[in-house]
């Protein structure tokens, strides 16, 4: 049963923006906190931002401070602008829910969609 929906990747040149979606579908787990990961070939899946219930914190990976923004809406929707896309963005993202330990930690998450790919060109 899929819960959690990425949608927006998609290929743009070094410089552009892109906007990705997370649709969430379910209503077993916990959204108090929602968080987007990103994991490329070879590499770990890393923490790239995480938001609060209703946006009253946010906090960012430090490859992505400054460019990305994480945001929801009342109707249980997260957003993580990109802005300012570098080719070392290049990954699958995904976005990830149900979580009450280190943020930063995917193992600490549990629940997960599917993922987008998001391709910067130089």
């Known amino acids: 049963q899929v819960q959690l929906v990425e949608s927006g990747g998609g290929l743009v040149q070094a410089g552009g923006s892109l906007r990705l979606s997370c649709a969430d579908s379910?209503?077993?787990?916990?959204?108090?906190?929602m968080g987007w990961f990103r994991q490329s070939p070879g590499k770990e899946r890393e923490f790239v931002a995480a938001?609060?219930?209703?946006?009253?914190?946010t906090l960012y990976g430090d490859s992505v401070a400054g460019r990305f923004t994480i945001s929801r809406d009342h109707q249980d929707m997260v957003y993580l602008q990109m802005n300012s896309l570098k080719p070392e963005d290049t990954a699958i993202y995904y976005c990830?829910?149900?979580?009450?330990?280190?943020?930063?930690?995917?193992?600490?998450?549990?629940?997960w969609g599917q993922g987008t790919q998001v391709t910067v060109s130089s």
């Open positions: 379910g209503r077993t787990f916990s959204r108090d906190v």
């Open positions: 990830a829910a149900d979580t009450d330990g280190d943020y930063t930690r995917s193992d600490d998450w549990r629940v």
């Open positions: 938001i609060t219930w209703r946006g009253a914190s």
